[in-house]
């Protein structure tokens, strides 16, 4: 698996796989993402609180 740092503002939205996943709002540390399949079919996914996330950074020899 890689891990991927992609910075979005609200609105933005990028591909996962066959998926398009669109940043709605952030408030606080708490991110609200609505992802949408192929079809045109759509979720709302549950607030994601980060704020206790750990970014992996990358190690540079």
Known sequence: MHLHQIDLVPG???RVG???VT???VEG???QLHIED???NGSWINPVDYSDSELAEPAFA
Do not use: F, K, R, W
Request: negative net charge.
């Open 12 to 14: 933005e939205s990028i």
């Open 18 to 20: 066959n998926l398009i």
């Open 23 to 25: 940043l709605v709002a």
């Open 29 to 31: 540390s708490v991110a």
């Open 38 to 40: 192929p079809d045109g």
